[in-house]
């Protein structure tokens, strides 16, 4: 079964920085489509980063885009998110996603991750 587990969260100060991390067990990286997502307390999930269907690049949605990274170590099968510049409005829950066809910004990945808190304080 796969399995996704999230690490790296915590509480920081605006202008500080966190690496999220995701460890993926019995998904193999280069074959599934991996993403993040967050979700704000009271809010509805949303799409934060993504590889493209390359799995090259990375697409990010305009709130975090120049101050979040999406990277991954295939040999570790985990996928990073670097945040930096982090400001009160990134405080949420972040999950990792994964799906084996290319899902991109949907919510429709086939697998999640428990999630793991990431707060910040102004």
């Known amino acids: 079964q796969v399995q996704l587990v999230e690490s790296g969260g915590g509480s920081v100060q605006a202008g500080g920085s966190l690496r999220l991390s995701c460890a993926a067990s019995r998904v193999t990286l280069g074959v599934y489509y991996m993403a993040w997502f967050r979700q704000a307390q009271g809010k509805e999930r949303e799409f934060v980063a993504a590889?493209?269907?390359?799995?090259?690049?990375?697409y990010y949605a305009d709130s975090v885009k120049g101050r979040f990274t999406i990277s991954r170590d295939n040999a570790k099968n985990t996928v990073y998110l670097q945040m930096n510049s982090l400001n009160p409005e990134d405080t949420a829950v972040y999950y990792c996603a994964a799906d084996p066809l290319f899902k991109y910004t949907s919510l429709s990945y086939e697998y999640w991750g428990q999630g793991t808190q990431v707060t910040v304080s102004s």
């Open positions: 590889f493209g269907r390359s799995g090259d690049s990375g």
